[in-house]
């Protein structure tokens, strides 16, 4: 059975981590919205029910968006990972 300390810190991690992973996934998504309409000069599908968008661009948005949100996320736990480190000199609790 874990310690107390150490189940602590495993809950302060994952607080960290999807606090972070939260934070990337709302600034990506703005990103990409921001992009797609300059460059397509239309809002983006609301969702994957949007008849109003071919199926084209919607593969391009979907595609785009599962992309942008896998890569931010794992950079975002990447940099809490180290930001944790430097902070406790030991790596996240998931992680040892």
Do not use: C, N, Y
Request: without cysteine; proline residues 8%; hydrophobic residues 50%.
């Amino acid at each position: 059975m874990p310690s107390v300390d150490v189940t602590k810190k495993r809950l302060i991690w994952r607080g960290i981590s999807a606090g972070a992973t939260a934070v990337s996934v709302v600034v990506t998504q703005r990103l990409i919205t921001t992009i797609w309409r300059k460059v397509r000069g239309t809002p983006p599908p609301e969702g994957p029910a949007d008849r109003r968008v071919a199926l084209g661009p919607a593969l391009t948005w979907a595609v785009a968006m599962g992309i942008g949100l896998a890569v931010s996320r794992m950079i975002a736990v990447r940099l809490s990972a180290r930001a944790w480190e430097a902070a406790t000199h030991e790596a996240p609790p998931e992680m040892t």
